[in-house]
């Protein structure tokens, strides 16, 4: 048996996930204060306040403050061929050396080609509160306005928001309304 280690508030960020630590039900935690955190549900979207930090632990076995689970990668061209490739490190303020992902090719690439990588993502307002959440392309425009299965409006601000840090759990959008400018 592993022994888990203990939350505490220098340890916990916002965007983490946690779980119980009899249970299997993962959270991300939405605030962090001096001995408790707020958490929500990414199902239902239920908050849970004052969730004191002995209670859970992290939902992976594999967590260390301050490390990503995810690469940054960019689209590269060289020669007419794109490529996949991640920033090894920046040779001068317009040259960077490059990596081509799972290969051991390394290029030095001018800044200006490369482009980084991020999902598409969308940005809701979900009663009165506005959260970027990953979404597929050309599903959602913006101005549109949705209501959730749980009874909750949503209204689209903004498509293609390039927010690396976007929640992976949209709403249910239910219904979509039609509105008419009076």
Known sequence: MTRERRLNRDSVSVGDCVRRKAGKKVYEVTWVGPYDMTLRDPVTGKRTNYANYCDYTFADDTHEKGTSMNKTLYEIT???????????????????????????????????????????????????????????????????????????FVFVVAVDTKNKNAKATPPKLVTRLVTEAV
């Open 78 to 152: 060289v020669n007419g061929t794109v490529h996949i490739a991640e920033k090894l490190m920046e040779k001068s303020s317009t040259s960077w050396l490059m990596q081509v992902y799972n290969t051991s090719t390394v290029l030095f690439v001018d800044k200006a080609d490369c482009k980084e990588i991020v999902p598409y993502t969308v940005k809701l307002r979900v009663n009165a509160v506005e959260f970027d959440y990953r979404y597929d392309e050309g599903m959602l425009k913006p101005g549109e306005v949705y209501l959730t299965a749980k009874g909750d």
